[in-house]
């Protein structure tokens, strides 16, 4: 299994760019979610799925879209990048919502310019 | 403020050495989560306390629930360069018909051989 990927590693953007940051597991978990996790801040989930077809907003979604066609993809769409999303941005799964056990993905970091 | 309250921030040690990190939550604590993050990579799971009193190992890591104290420590025996790392703690805090995953900001610990 290869658990939690996400590409790409680095990323710079322009101000204005778009672009999508790829997630995807192989372990059949219905839970999935984005963090951005920035100095003093600490972990904030953007967004998260309980499974296929359904999404929902967390802590800080504005600027960020995502869909979950599939149980493994959760992609996560920057519409138009300002330089307060750079960031290094986290996906994890876990079996279901509120599992104690999380597995994430290791990371993209975005800067915007 | 944060609702979890990590202690100390940051943490040099010379390896061989002893260390605790303290996680003080603003509430009550139902359930408290410690993962281990390296640097530039993602968070790993180390370990979850359930109970008042609980207490967990993991080769040389222990961590303690004190519900009264609503508080955790993490305790590293002959601490080693291998970790080195970021430790997070988290727990599940109730939010209407939800429960959302709330985070510490983190404790740096540098091993040094």
């Known amino acids: 299994n290869a658990g939690v990927t996400q590409t790409p590693k680095f990323q710079v953007l322009k101000t204005g760019q778009s672009m999508t940051l790829q997630c995807a597991q192989d372990?059949?978990?219905?839970?999935m979610s984005w963090y951005r996790q920035d100095p003093g801040m600490g972990l904030r989930l953007i967004h998260y799925s309980v499974g296929a077809g359904i999404t929902d907003q967390g802590e800080v979604p504005n600027g960020y879209n995502v869909s979950r066609s599939t149980t493994e993809d959760f992609p996560l769409r920057l519409l138009s990048a300002a330089p307060s999303q750079t960031s290094v941005y986290f996906c994890?799964?876990?079996?279901?919502?509120?599992?104690?056990?999380?597995?994430f993905g290791p990371g993209t970091r975005l800067t915007v310019t | 403020s944060q609702e979890l309250e990590q202690s100390p921030q940051s943490l040099i040690v010379q390896e061989g050495k002893n260390l605790t990190i303290n996680c003080t939550s603003s509430k009550t604590l139902y359930g408290l989560y410690w993962y281990k993050q390296k640097y530039g990579e993602g968070l790993i799971f180390l370990m979850m306390l359930q109970k008042g009193g609980e207490e967990k190992s993991h080769e040389k890591i222990t961590a303690k629930l004190d519900e009264k104290k609503q508080q955790s420590s993490l305790h590293i025996t002959a601490s080693q360069p291998s970790h080195a790392g970021i430790y997070l703690c988290g727990a599940y805090r109730n939010a209407g018909n939800n429960r959302k995953l709330i985070w510490g900001l983190g404790t740096s610990l540098a091993v040094n051989p």
């Open positions: 994890a799964s876990s079996y279901v919502r509120g599992s104690y056990e999380q597995y």
């Open positions: 372990m059949n978990h219905e839970y």
